[in-house]
């Protein structure tokens, strides 16, 4: 059998599909499917109209402190504008948790795509990187 760079095994235990992501794609859309939507986890009418204008609107440049993102930038900051309002230092979850408004923009910080993706991916629960 002649061996396909950049592919891998499906991540999830016992899967023999073959993919260039983590999952193979029946395995991502079940994924999709336990997550739900944006709704559902949460972000509503509220987040769309306070937190994330609010966010960005402050931090209209990324400030992320050092992902892997930044640090292959060598500046250790990407200076990219923010695409994304992200909640820091706590997660909505935690922040609904303590009773806190997890609408209010000083809960979160401005990040541009790449910084986004690099942090879910390594601090989120669920993240792709655990």
């Known amino acids: 059998m002649a061996r396909r760079t950049g592919w891998r095994v499906c991540s999830v235990p016992g ?11 029946e395995h991502r859309r079940e994924a999709e499917q ?7 986890r949460g972000y509503g ?12 609107r402050r931090d209209p440049v990324c400030t992320c402190p ?8 060598g500046s250790g900051r990407c200076n990219r504008e923010s695409l994304h309002a992200d909640h820091w230092p706590l997660s ?10 997890p ?8 990040l541009c795509g790449p910084c986004h993706s690099s942090h879910t991916a390594s601090e989120q629960p669920g993240g792709w990187h655990q």
Not at 34 to 40: D, F, I, L, V
């Open 45 to 56: 009418q509220q987040h769309e109209q306070r937190f994330r204008p609010g966010v960005l």
């Open 92 to 101: 909505r979850r935690e922040l609904v948790a303590a009773g806190d408004d």
């Open 34 to 40: 336990r997550r739900g939507t944006a709704r559902q």
């Open 15 to 25: 899967c023999p599909e073959f993919t260039q992501t983590g999952r193979c794609d």
């Open 66 to 73: 050092g992902c892997a993102s930044c640090l292959r930038t």
């Open 103 to 110: 609408d209010d923009p000083k809960h979160g910080r401005g």
